[in-house]
């Protein structure tokens, strides 16, 4: 798949709902485990936190249904599982970089999104 099309689509499926098609296509294009995905936070994580990875089970949590198609959630979440088979499985340090990882992939969706549009209007 062209490296174009890839983030735009990582965005679109999860929006639409398709979180775990997603995460199938990134764990693919990343040569990695395709991580679990829950719905409810494990209860240490009460606080305010959107989602959270947990390295021993390679599960990324999220707090609701309304949090699976948020994009931003879900790739700074796999950012810490791409990471997380590495060295280091502690991922402190590294939050920046999952932003930075969840929002690339978003600016590319606007980015194809926005060419959508001039095409149509
Ligand atoms: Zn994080």
Redesign the pocket.
Known sequence: MAENNFKPLVVWLILNGKTEDALELLAKTYRVNVPTLKVGLPKKHKIKAY???IAKNKTISVQNSDVLINPFVIL??F??HLRSKGVDKM?RG??GN??KFALDFLMHYQLSSKKTQDYIS
């Open positions: 989602g959270c990875y700074h979440e950012y810490h991922h590294t939050e999952a932003d």
